[in-house]
């Protein structure tokens, strides 16, 4: 699946500046927050200011405080723990490389771990696959992963104002994966 302007989510990430970066690793990080025990959203928020300001002491604080409270509550499972490793992988710099690095990793986790809560058995390299613009095989919730990490990308890519965008996306794809884990957890 390509994008909108028609370039994979690789050539995206590739292409993206330090806000796009931040911004991508952070919505990623963002909308798998329900695999955490409780509502943490708002431990992110001064992350996020920090990303629209394009201030990257504010970022490394704001992000050492995020790590602090999001570790308060430690829930035991596996993808709670990818979770809380996007967190901790993120760098406290504001520098292209150690953001692309963070962005692209926060990208494939956050696929790999919708990908576990679609029906069908995510298949070797399908995560990658998709990245690179072949999401054939991917379930409903894999896909929406994509097609929203994609968007985020190229709404940063518009400036500042393309944040509130990233935002709504990452609200919403937080929606759609609390859903799914609260079905889950009441029909197992």
Do not use: F, N
Not at 8 to 15: K, T
Not at 45 to 56: E, H, N, S, T
Not at 79 to 108: E, F, K, Q
């Amino acid at each position: 699946m390509t994008s909108a302007t028609g370039r994979s989510l690789l050539e995206l990430i590739d292409g993206a500046d330090e806000r796009g970066l931040a911004a991508a690793g952070l919505a990623c990080l963002d909308r798998c927050l329900p695999l955490l025990a409780g509502d943490r959203a708002e431990a992110l928020r001064p992350v996020w200011a920090a990303v629209a300001r394009g201030d990257g002491a504010a970022w490394g604080e704001a992000v050492a405080k995020a790590r602090v409270e999001l570790d308060a509550e430690a829930a035991p499972t596996a993808a709670a723990g990818a979770v809380r490793g996007m967190l901790a992988d993120a760098p406290l710099d504001w520098t292209a490389g150690s953001l692309r690095g963070w962005a692209g990793t926060c990208s494939a986790t956050a696929l790999a771990l919708h990908g576990r809560y679609d029906t069908a058995d995510v298949p070797d390299g399908l995560v990658e696959r998709c990245r690179a613009g072949d999401p054939d095989g991917a379930g409903p919730l894999l896909a929406g992963e994509l097609r929203r990490q994609q968007a985020v990308l190229e709404s940063v890519a518009h400036g500042p104002t393309g944040l509130r965008r990233a935002r709504e996306l990452s609200v919403e794809g937080g929606r759609v994966l609390r859903a799914v884990v609260s079905r889950r957890a009441r029909t197992a």
